[in-house]
């Protein structure tokens, strides 16, 4: 199977900047998809950043101006560099490929890496 691990998270101030990246292992095909979520305490998870087919890609609202997806769908890496951080963006963040299979899609989710925005 797939094996994803994030790293990069840690404490900035508000304003800052942090870079967080995920590597794969395990993977023979180029990932259809790639992507980031994040999930703050109390809230459900959410999508904050994918690329498609090594291309496309789409933001939450929320982050667009903000934070810059990143990544190579044939190795297997990826990076989120985020800007301007505000403690609105503490979380949780999680790395996510999907691939084509056989029987349709499956995904892949690291173990997240803790990103805390405070002064």
């Known amino acids: 199977q797939v094996h994803l691990v994030e790293s990069g998270g840690g404490l900035v101030q508000p304003g800052g900047s942090l870079t967080l990246s995920c590597v794969a292992s395990g993977n023979t095909h180029p990932f259809y998809a790639m992507g980031w979520y994040r999930q703050a305490p109390g809230k459900a998870r959410e999508l904050v950043a994918e690329?498609?087919?090594?291309?496309?890609?789409r933001y939450a609202d929320s982050v667009k101006g903000r934070f810059t997806i990143s990544g190579d769908s044939g190795e297997g890496t990826m990076n989120l560099q985020m800007n301007s951080l505000a403690p609105e963006d503490t979380a949780v963040y999680y790395c996510n490929v999907a691939l084509v299979v056989s029987t349709g899609m499956t995904e892949y989710w690291g173990r997240g890496t803790q990103v805390t925005v405070s002064s």
């Open positions: 690329v498609i087919s090594n291309r496309h890609t």
